[in-house]
């Protein structure tokens, strides 16, 4: 099973600052194989990446998706009131697993 | 437009049955594979299986292998997701979700509203 960890478990920021989101992968997948999803309970996730940098249809430039290695990278360049919420990474490389989530939250 | 509509909610005793289903519309049900992912209380997402529709390919993950099991009926366009005997650890959220190309494993771009499970005596 490939295990997904992602780091901070809860990043507190301004709005208007700059999120950075870690994904890390282990073992190792193919970077084409990882997704990014935001999270405002009790929604449901809503698709933000796949392909570790393809935006979904509809989601704003603000969110960007990179690579480095084993670790996946969300960032969020200036935050939005409504950006404060949970993020999750998927990968499906292999049987899907899932992080288990970032919260961003206001500082 | 693309719409996965959820059903079933409900407050089950530990034993009991429940089967919760999954309506798919504005897109061939047939074509796509839809998967259950589990959200238990304050956690995250859990991926528990998924079906192919078309010929009813189903792939369960290790975790939930012999717990659950999901089908699909082509004529109603709905995948179900059903438990023979209920347990106070299957409380939780359950979300239905579509995978957009052909093949599995693949990410998910549409989501189900999710609905609640709660088991309890």
């Known amino acids: 099973e490939i295990v997904l960890t992602q780091s901070p478990g809860t990043l507190s920021l301004s709005p208007g600052e700059r999120a950075t989101l870690s994904c890390r992968a282990s073992?190792?997948?193919?970077?084409?194989?990882i997704a990014w999803y935001q999270q405002k309970a009790p929604q449901a996730p809503r698709l933000l990446i796949y392909?570790?940098?393809v935006r979904a249809t509809g989601i704003p430039d603000r969110f960007s998706g990179s690579v480095s290695g084993t670790d996946f990278t969300l960032t969020i360049s200036r935050l939005e009131p409504e950006d404060f919420a949970v993020y999750f990474c998927?990968?499906?490389?292999?049987?899907?697993?899932f992080g288990g989530g970032t919260k961003v939250e206001i500082k | 437009e693309v719409q996965l509509v959820q059903s079933g909610a409900d407050v089950k005793k530990p034993g009991e049955s429940l089967k919760i289903s999954c309506r798919a519309s504005?897109?061939?049900?047939?074509?796509?594979?839809i998967g259950w992912v589990r959200q238990m209380p304050g956690k995250g997402l859990e991926w528990m299986g998924i079906?192919?529709?078309?010929?009813?390919?189903?792939k369960y993950s290790p975790s939930f292998k012999g717990q659950v099991t999901i089908s699909a009926d082509k004529s109603l366009s709905t995948a179900y997701l059903h438990w023979g005997s209920l347990k106070a650890s299957d409380t939780a959220r359950y979300y239905c979700?579509?995978?957009?190309?052909?093949?599995?494993?693949?990410?998910?771009?549409?989501w189900g509203q999710g609905i609640q499970v709660t088991v309890s005596s």
């Open positions: 979700a579509r995978h957009p190309n052909w093949g599995s494993p693949d990410y998910f771009d549409y």
């Open positions: 079906i192919y529709p078309g010929d009813s390919d189903t």
């Open positions: 998927q990968q499906y490389g292999g049987p899907i697993t």
């Open positions: 504005g897109y061939t049900f047939t074509n796509y594979w």
């Open positions: 392909g570790a940098s």
């Open positions: 073992p190792s997948v193919d970077s084409r194989y």
